[in-house]
DNA sequence: GGATCGTTCAACCATGTGGTTTACTATAGT
DNA sequence: ACTATAGTAAACCACATGGTTGAACGATCC
């Protein structure tokens, strides 16, 4: 009966931390190195280093291993699917949304009948 | 450095637990108590009484205690927050909307530079 | 009053967490 | 070849987690 999903499990949990919202925060302007994220936040090498495969593991970051270096990139896909679970709440916070959403339907539905 | 959000840790990481999602979805059907709550999950009460805590913490379920029973119902505006912190890298999975900035920013400048 | 029901509390267990330090591997620069 | 750099691995720590059980508390029913 449980609503099992082990990417949401993943996602949530790779969420729930600051310092990984911080890091995908980083991400989002450019791709970092392992070094470059570690930095910012005075934490060791292992420390980050021990972030970033925890938001591997979810699939939030992909990485490419160019020599010495690990280079980081963000891979939002996985953040659309916990979008997605949250949309499924929207009608319970968003009443405009609800009204966007209802005329926009109205308009399409015009335009299929035209 | 960090962008500190205690509410944003504590809504992904009860989010972070298939347990309480499950009644997140069974809560934004109806009102319900703990004891219905524990019971699709074979889980005991005692259990149940210690996730409906960590959805309560994270400002997701308020309770209303009516004689021995505690009503638990959703509570969205904590979910808003979530999905607005998501919403920052909705341009990284939609392209569409990434389009839709650019022509709405294109617009805007226009407008300026008239 | 006594029994029962709904729930919490407290203690416990195994496991996971975020963080460190030290040691190690592998690439790069000189 | 030597050294410095980027990163991982492993061991460790204090603490939180998800779960249990058993006792306790307060409200309800007879």
Redesign the interface.
């Known amino acids: ?5 082990a990417h ?2 993943a996602v ?2 790779a ?5 990984r ?2 890091m ?2 980083q991400l ?1 302007e450019r791709e970092l190195t392992i070094g470059e994220l570690a930095t ?2 005075h934490m060791s090498f292992a420390g980050a280093s021990k972030h970033v495969r925890v938001l591997e593991n979810a699939g939030l970051v992909k990485r490419t291993i160019r020599g010495r270096t690990h280079l980081c990139r ?1 891979e ?2 996985r ?2 699917e ?2 997605a ?6 009608r ?3 009443t405009n949304l609800d009204r966007l959403e209802a005329l926009l339907r109205a308009e399409d539905e015009a335009k299929a009948r035209k």
């Open positions: 009966m449980v609503e099992r999903s949401l499990d949530f949990h969420l729930a931390d600051p310092t919202r911080a995908l925060g989002a910012p936040f963000l939002a896909a953040l659309a916990a979008d679970w949250l949309k499924r709440y929207e319970f916070w968003n």
